[in-house]
C-alpha cells in the first residue's frame, strides 16, 4: 500500500521556521514527482510546491516563493518543505502527496493520490 506520512509541524512565532518531512513507505519515492499543500479551517485546499522525480524541476507558488524550499532526499525516501519567515496566514494543515506526472505551476491536486495525513503548522504569537 502506498503510504506517505508527514511529520515536523508545530506553533511557532511569525518570523519564525519548521521544516516538514514527507517520509513514503510501500513505495519508492524517487519515481514521483511530490507535491505540499495546504489546507487552513474555511478555506479551499491549495498547491504549495512541487519537486519533480529528479529535483530538477521546482514549481512553487507567489504566496511562498522566497520562504519556502522544497527538496528531496530519494535515498530516505523522503521530501522535505524547509518554511522560513512564518506568516499567521501560513497556518493550515500541510500535506504531500504523490504524482507520476510533472510538475505543473497551477500544482493541481486532482493530480496527485496517496495523501498523507497531514500535519499542523500555526504561526502565531
Known amino acids: 500500500q502506498l503510504q506517505l506520512v508527514e511529520s515536523g509541524g508545530g506553533l511557532v512565532q511569525p518570523g519564525g521556521s519548521l521544516r516538514l518531512s514527507c517520509a513514503a513507505s510501500g513505495f519508492t519515492l524517487k519515481n514521483y514527482a511530490i507535491g505540499w499543500f495546504r489546507q487552513a479551517p474555511g478555506k479551499e485546499r491549495e498547491g504549495v510546491s512541487c519537486?519533480?522525480?529528479?529535483?530538477?524541476?521546482?514549481v512553487y507558488k507567489a504566496y511562498v516563493k522566497g520562504r519556502f524550499t522544497i527538496s528531496r532526499d530519494n535515498g530516505k525516501n523522503t521530501v522535505y518543505l524547509q518554511m522560513n519567515n512564518l506568516k499567521p496566514e501560513d497556518t493550515a494543515v500541510y500535506s504531500c502527496a504523490a504524482t507520476i506526472g510533472p510538475c505543473k505551476v497551477s500544482i493541481p491536486g486532482t493530480d496527485f493520490g496517496s495523501w498523507g495525513q497531514g500535519t499542523q503548522v500555526t504561526v502565531s504569537s
Open positions: 519537486i519533480s522525480s529528479s529535483g530538477g524541476i521546482i
